[in-house]
């Protein structure tokens, strides 16, 4: 592992001592505004160049630091990896993304954003997985003006073991906000609605195949699996299977978990898993 706990604890002691001078100099600032205003503008000058410079960049460090350690603690193992960074995704990619035909987003430099990709194996079955950021345009009226939404989740990729002969895409409504989903599965022409046979479900989910094709009859089973994931994960799912492959967005979820600069680091943090929806799915992955 890249970062220890010692490591970590040095990094986090280094921040809040800086933290500490910061706080300082505006205090020396609050003073000398009853004694001198230029004085009190020079140290207001330095301790707002002290935050940009220093401050956020030593906390930023930090960050990144401790969900590396964590990512190295929890997911890494399962996957057989060593390592983890934040950039340089390979596995992910956009064309990867695209190929599910699941949601729109749009294409351009910084968008969209992959982080902190992992990919391995798992129960024999090829897995990767990111943080994506996905922008995606919409219009509130047909003429109106462009707009754009910022969707966020852990995006998930799993090769099958077998071609599934099945095409589908099973969608809670709130994963993809309702006029952006239905106007890209309208302008794909190649998906149209279709009936869920589970009725709990069918209050939340909505079920796309291909119009050439009769609706799919889900199995049981992976109807089975996805009420267990839908009823544990806090976020909103969004699966494509085509073939031997399935992609699943969650959004709302992340693996960069929020880290507290209020709170030392610990052995008990570093060691909390933050995707345990990766084992729900993979029972998802094996009812196909």
Sequence with gaps: MKHSIFDLQQMYRRYRMQVLLLLLLLIAALVFVFKNRLLTLVVLAIALLFHLFIVRRRQKTYVNAFIQANLERTLCPKLGMDTVSEKNASHMTTDLLKSAQLMPF?????????????????????VSLCDATLAQDFKLVEKGKNRVHFNTGVWTHIELSKDTGMNFRLLHETSVPTPIRMEFFSRESLLTPSKISDPDLAKSFVLYHPVTEEACALPGRFLGELKKL???????????VHGSQMDVFIRGRFLARPVSVRQAPTEALLSFDPFPELLYLMDLAGTL
């Design 106 to 126: 749009r294409q351009e430099s910084g968008t969209p954003l992959l982080c902190w990709e992992l990919s391995g194996c798992l129960r024999g079955l090829s």
């Design 230 to 240: 839908a009823e544990y994960t806090p976020g909103y799912v969004a699966i494509s």
